[in-house]
């Protein structure tokens, strides 16, 4: 029983920037790529 | 057909998006303090209020280009429309993670068919179906007059994401904003918001060039072959 407040959950917080930073990464990536293949 | 005015603009607001998004994460994760109930959990609200606002906006874009495409029928707001589309299944997909992750130390499940996830998936699942639809349609004017009716049907839901939490029971708290919660978390909220504001408006700008050139290379006339030439002459 934590009292009706959550302790801890750092690595749900580290799994949802992670996953943003990543997801926009690539997606940046791929977008560069294609242009540049279409070029 | 390609708006090359501003080349670089892309990358300049690709850039002032990330320092914004280093700047307000740093913030959000180690200076601001822990929400009251929910600790450290909460910080994830730094960054997925902001999607959410984004994910929004960029289909407010399709839906806009693509009443414009119908009026005018000029190729650019098609282009335009297709990297609307894109980039907001890109922010509903990291939308919809990010609230799983978020959901499961506050309400110990991944997903619940609440009002304002379902919708939000519906949303998801009827933008992605259009960029499915464009792939699968060849001709470049019914695929335009097509996915433009498509994004004005799907974007019906729009307003019906927004408003859930206040139609319905939700166990998804109302829309949070610096009006709704405290002021120490208005500089990190603020920050990523306008970050990911720019991040998105570079990818929608980048995408919309990617499928203008494309569109370019469908349009053009095929070559005229050698032999054919000689038979005219």
Sequence with gaps: ?39 | MVNNRFPKLPYVLLLLGIVCLAAGSYLGLFVAPPEHFMGDVQRIMYVHVPTAWNAMLAMTFALVCALLYLFTSDWKWDARMEGGIEVGVLLAFLLCCQGAIWAKPTWGVWWDWDPRLTTTAVLLFAFLGILALRRFVDDPVKRAVWSSVATIIAYVDVPIVYFSVKWWNSLHQAQSSPATVSKSFHLPLRLNAFGILFVMTAFIMLRARIASLRLEQELAPPPVLDGAMGELA
């Design chain 1, 1 to 39: 029983m934590t009292g009706g407040t959550i302790v801890g959950g750092w690595p749900f917080v580290w799994a949802a920037y992670g996953l943003t930073a990543a997801a926009l990464t690539l997606y940046g990536i791929s977008l560069m790529a294609r242009l540049r293949n279409l070029k």
